[in-house]
């Protein structure tokens, strides 16, 4: 079982640049495939952007594509999220979340551990 402490978001304009980590414990990081969600005031968590246990793969949702970027250190027990160019629209609570399987996924039932999310607000 792993335990998942998101850091890194804050207040930017629109345009800057932000970079989220998520910092894992209490289970082999290494076997468990990663990925970000965000959830905005009023409306429903959806997928960001995830990584297999490897690194060697990632997908992302069509609103971050060229835009985000997910990482992981499995020495570091960490995943990160590079989010440039931002956005007022990419304004909300980032969470990061483990599922323990070799392969990425993009749907919010596949993962079954969860940080405390971090908030992210871009706005003039």
């Not at 290494?30 to 965000?38: E, K, L, Q, T, V």
Request: with cysteine; net charge positive; charged share 15%.
């Amino acid at each position: 079982q792993v335990q998942l402490v998101e850091s890194g978001g804050g207040l930017v304009q629109p345009g800057d640049s932000l970079r989220l980590s998520c910092v894992a414990s209490g289970g082999a990081f290494w076997n468990y495939a990663m990925g970000w969600f965000r959830q905005s005031q009023g409306e429903a968590r959806e997928f960001v952007a995830a990584i297999n246990y490897g690194g060697a793969m990632t997908t992302y949702a069509d609103s971050v594509k060229g835009r985000f970027t997910i990482s992981r250190s499995n020495t570091k027990k960490t995943v990160y999220l590079q989010m440039n160019s931002l956005k007022p629209e990419d304004t909300g609570v980032y969470y990061c979340a483990g599922r323990y399987h070799s392969n990425l996924a993009t749907e919010e039932h596949r993962y079954s551990y969860w940080g405390q999310g971090t908030q992210v607000t871009v706005s003039s």
